[in-house]
């Protein structure tokens, strides 16, 4: 069955780190690729995607995901986080031709120590 | 951009009761529509989705149902609802070509008691 997967149930770090959260995918055919972010009290939104091109896409404030085929994977990377980078980080994937078999991650909240 | 408007924002019914979601959408015309339901810690469960009027699918087999009676409004129901129907309710749109990002409602708090 097609599935993905976020290992990081929950990451804590301090302001300035380095982050990187893991997302891979079980689906065999070409797929479109998304990052959704949840910041507390607001709707899910779009962080960045990725559907043909350059494998590495530049998102929204900062944030950047590289989609290695060969390793099934699209994880999300930001060189400093901010302590508004506080949310819940949803990868997301479609079979290019289907926008009915939509599946997303399990999340990974993030959280910024100040 | 598509804007996803969801009410109510919370419910509280009690079990065996009745229940209509409703979803409508601005901003675009033919959209695919989607119900999803989130738990924390298990990320979204896709339940519906319909790509035009009167068209739904259904993901997974529940006490709830779906329907599509306008081009830009969604609506999900149950004729009793059930503790377990319990969660967090996320109305999604998205275009009908690839790749099919999806622009999500605040979502509506429901609590079967």
């Known amino acids: 069955a097609q599935s993905v997967s976020q290992h990081n149930h929950h990451v804590i770090l301090s302001e300035a780190a380095s982050l990187e959260l893991g997302c891979n995918y079980s689906y065999g055919g070409t797929v479109n690729l998304f990052w959704y972010v949840q910041y507390p009290g607001q709707h899910l939104q779009l962080l960045l995607k990725y559907f043909s091109g350059d494998p590495l896409v530049k998102g929204i404030k900062g944030f950047e995901a590289e989609f290695i085929k060969s390793k099934f994977s699209f994880n999300l990377r930001k060189p400093s986080v901010q302590w508004s980078d506080t949310a819940e980080y949803f990868c997301?994937?479609?079979?290019?031709?289907?926008?009915?078999?939509?599946?997303f991650g399990s999340g990974t909240r993030l959280s910024i120590r100040p | 951009s598509q804007t996803i408007h969801q009410w109510p924002a919370t419910l509280v019914q009690p079990v065996g009761s009745p229940l209509s979601l409703e979803c409508t959408v601005e901003g675009t015309s033919n959209p695919n529509l989607y119900w999803y339901r989130q738990a924390a810690g298990r990320g979204l469960q896709l339940l519906f989705y319909s790509v035009g009027i009167g068209q739904i699918s259904s993901e997974v087999p529940q006490n709830l149902s779906a329907s599509r009676p306008q081009d830009r409004q969604f609506i999900l129901s149950s004729k009793k609802l059930l503790l377990s129907d319990s969660g967090f309710y996320l109305c999604?749109?998205?275009?009908?070509?690839?790749?099919?990002?999806?622009?999500f409602g605040p979502g509506t708090r429901l609590t079967v008691t």
């Open positions: 999604a749109s998205s275009g009908v070509a690839g790749p099919y990002e999806q622009y």
């Open positions: 997301a994937v479609t079979p290019y031709s289907s926008a009915s078999k939509i599946i």
